[in-house]
């Protein structure tokens, strides 16, 4: 079974909170034993694991005995006279212990439910669960609503942590649950910035990270979309994504004014299907990491704005494939233009001799350059815009044949 905190027994958490609450309740010293008169919870730390028969001769005689009992295990809870003098009866403390109890059970409840969230998640992003039905059904479960289009929003606080002053002063087994809190933080403010209704498309995923499965469709990114943000011929992974960065990037201002931490987010494509969601973290994961590598940090990271970094940095042959049809798909319906470039790149680069090759003059190539340049936002001129739609032209037609096929 699953306890509050990982480093204790369930039934030592529930004495604990027990043993706090109580006596701050009643000014009391209070200790909670064992079956065997050992006291595992108090609220005088260093009598803790101490054997009440040998401790309570030092204790004044005027004290309460409440039997404690939580699932199998059965324990007692001794309360000693308040500092402040008042009298208090066994019924009162019987109650305050059984209320306790019922608290620290629905809180038990509700953290392990967060955690099955989290776990499910972590699991759907990372590709373990392969069965839709599985998927759907503990969604479901869950109250994952995963019938809107959805991409993967990660939010990264890594940086901030481990430069964090505080992360290294507390004891190790207390910075996970510092982190968890910084997370939850996150999370609120995420329903907040969104309006959600809840929490469910929210995980912490370990490592400073929280993944948002946003609703990517263009209902649920009106607020930032403008018209002709799609390229014609998009591919629909790349559908919505300039609604979804804008939607980011104000997220994140949002975020570092809610927090006070430096933040990186990375954005993932939408993917068809429940299986996507994974490539979509897989989008983000690449975005986040090349783009904290290489790139400003406290930014929203995008693969298509990840430059030279994208094409060099992702392993996956189809995403550099998509990502090069999707820089280009402004320049679908001029092969002038994309014929040029071919012969720009041929000629090094140099304008008189791809204009003599091309049987322009300079001046008509140095306007079909700048619209390639307002068509794509890339400049052949830059270096290291030149690489990118080198490199995108060659992508592109690697892909023809398996288009063809």
């Not at 809840?198 to 607020?223: F, H, W």
């Not at 201002?253 to 939408?270: A, P, V």
Request: with cysteine; proline share 3%.
């Amino acid at each position: 079974m699953k306890t509050l905190l990982n480093t204790t027994t369930q039934f030592e958490q529930v004495a604990t909170m027990v043993a706090e609450r109580i006596a701050q309740l009643l000014c009391a010293e209070v200790f909670v034993l064992d079956q065997d008169a050992f006291v595992i919870a108090s609220s005088n730390p260093k009598l803790i694991k101490s054997s009440f028969n040998y401790i309570y001769k030092d204790i004044a005689f005027n004290y309460l005995r409440v039997p404690l009992s939580f699932n199998t295990q059965v324990g007692e809870v001794i309360v000693c006279k308040p500092h402040n003098g008042e009298v208090i009866s066994s019924r009162l403390v019987q109650e305050l212990v059984e209320l306790v109890i019922s608290q620290t059970t629905v809180i038990d409840t509700l953290l392990n439910q967060h955690q099955l969230k989290d776990k499910f998640i972590y699991d759907l992003l990372h590709g373990f669960i392969h069965e839709e039905t599985t998927v759907i059904r503990h969604s479901k479960l869950l109250g994952i609503d995963l019938t809107p289009p959805r991409a993967v929003i990660l939010i990264s606080a890594a940086d901030s942590i481990s430069k964090n002053d505080l992360f290294h002063q507390i004891q190790p087994e207390k910075i996970e649950i510092e982190i968890r809190r910084w997370a939850n933080q996150v999370i609120r403010s995420v329903v907040s910035f969104f309006h959600l209704p809840k929490d469910t498309i929210c995980a912490y995923i370990g490592n400073g990270e929280v993944a948002v499965l946003k609703a990517s469709d263009t209902k649920n990114l009106g607020s930032w979309a403008n018209h002709g943000d799609i390229p014609e011929q998009c591919s629909s992974s790349w559908a919505n994504l300039t609604a979804l960065k804008r939607a980011a990037r104000a997220l994140l201002t949002y975020l570092q004014d809610e927090t006070g931490m430096s933040l990186n987010i990375g954005i993932g494509r939408y993917h068809p299907g429940i299986r996507g969601l994974a490539q979509s973290y897989e989008d983000a994961r690449a975005a986040l990491s090349l783009g904290c590598r290489f790139g400003d940090r406290n930014q929203v990271h995008c693969l298509d704005g990840l430059g030279i970094a994208a094409f060099v940095g992702v392993g996956d042959e189809q995403t550099k494939i998509e990502l090069a049809a999707y820089l280009l798909s402004p320049l679908n319906y001029e092969p002038e233009l994309l014929a040029t470039l071919d012969t720009f790149f041929a000629e090094d680069c140099c304008p008189s001799s791809t204009a003599n090759r091309l049987s322009i003059h300079r001046n008509t190539l140095s306007y079909r350059l700048d619209k390639v340049n307002l068509l794509t936002g890339l400049n052949p001129r830059r270096f290291d815009d030149a690489v990118q739609i080198r490199l995108a032209l060659l992508l592109r037609k690697f892909s023809i044949p398996a288009r063809g096929g």
